[in-house]
């Protein structure tokens, strides 16, 4: 598990994401990421019912939270993510969903996205770094 700090609970925050994150779709998932500077690392996630039945959903639920926990030790800490399951992730077993996550958390072809403005003069490594190297913290 992973404490309330580090969880995205209110819905303006699901929508603030969605709006201003960079969108990364994968085979089923979809990520949303925004960099947040002095707002530590805050992780969502949104299982909607046309991924199926509550028991379904609870275990995609489940395997997309253990796919971020065993993760987060390489991610670094200023950045909001929100993962989607998509309809196929129903469909996936604990180590396709792990490797599916994974490769979401490693792309990253376009700016980082900044919901602070000024968050890009706070960092060293400015405003058109791709935003995997935000997420893992390789890039020092």
């Known amino acids: ?71 987060r030790k390489h991610l670094i800490d200023q950045f909001q993510m929100v993962v989607v399951a998509r309809p196929g992730s129903a469909m996936m077993t604990y180590h396709e969903c792990r490797e599916a996550i994974g490769q979401l958390f490693q792309r990253g072809e376009r700016p980082a996205v900044s919901m602070d403005p000024v968050a890009h003069d706070r960092c060293d490594h400015g405003p058109d770094v791709p935003i995997s190297s935000f997420l893992f913290a390789v890039c020092d």
């Open 1 to 71: 598990t992973f404490s309330r700090s580090e969880r995205l609970i209110r819905r303006k925050e699901f929508l603030d994401i969605y709006q201003l994150g960079e969108k990364q779709v994968g085979r089923g998932f979809i990520c949303y990421v925004v960099r947040q500077e002095g707002q530590g690392r805050k992780f969502g996630v949104a299982v909607s019912r046309r991924v199926g039945g509550a028991v379904t959903r609870n275990r995609v639920k489940r395997f997309i939270r253990e796919a971020y926990r065993t993760s």
